[in-house]
């Protein structure tokens, strides 16, 4: 185990110092400077996964010092790692910020035409369709009124001549005139014989 602890440390090192010459690389050396690193640092971490196996196999009075040792190397890599995606992320930001900056520099602009127009035809297609949906609703509405009213006084003219049709419920044809709403108000019922 203390073979491949020293050389894993030696290792971890070796990145510490590489880690400088991320600040000072040119831009087409920077991709192979930071795969490097992260190819080390990936192979630091299966070496690290050996030594924790390994660790575990040590006899307990050296145990829990091999653990601690491996956990510090472990927790010095995951440092090392995070520094190298922060520099990365600081990269790609820089990055885009010069792209965004050559953009606007390469941008003609031009000065305002005098007629504006302002793209309105779907909101206007649609605010009409709706307008006519809503027309075709009321008039269907209306319409059903309509059915309704006249099935009323369907209903009239065929009670009307039933009553016509048979002379002992004629003094009724007073009150069926008068319609359902008066006839409650102004008569309490018929005394004619329901068919």
């Known amino acids: 185990m203390e073979p491949l602890y020293q050389q894993t440390h030696k290792q971890v090192h070796e ?3 590489h880690m400088g010459r991320l600040e000072t690389a040119d831009k087409q050396s920077l991709h192979l400077v ?3 690193i992260q190819a080390r640092i990936d192979q630091i971490f299966s070496h690290l996964e050996r030594l924790e196996i390994l660790s575990s196999k040590e006899p307990p009075n050296k145990r829990q010092n091999a653990k601690l040792r491996v956990d510090q190397l472990k927790y010095d890599v995951q440092h090392l790692q995070t520094a190298l995606r922060n520099f990365q992320h600081r ?4 990055e885009q910020q010069e792209r965004q900056r050559e953009e606007l520099l390469s941008r003609t ?3 305002n035409d005098s007629d504006t127009t302002i793209p309105m035809d779907d909101s206007l297609q649609c605010n009409s369709s709706l307008q006519k949906i809503h027309h075709d609703v009321d008039e269907l509405i209306g319409g059903g009124h309509s059915i309704l009213d006249q099935l009323r006084a369907q209903r009239l ?7 016509l049709g048979d002379r002992e419920k ?3 044809f007073g ?3 008068q319609g359902p709403r008066r006839r409650s ?8 014989p329901t068919p």
């Open 175 to 177: 009150l069926i005139q």
């Open 170 to 172: 004629a003094p009724c």
């Open 157 to 163: 003219t065929l009670k009307v001549g039933a009553l």
């Open 34 to 36: 930071e795969n490097e």
């Open 185 to 192: 108000l102004t008569s309490p019922t018929c005394a004619c």
């Open 91 to 94: 990269r790609y930001a820089r």
């Open 109 to 111: 602009f031009t000065t």
């Open 15 to 17: 990145i510490q110092s």
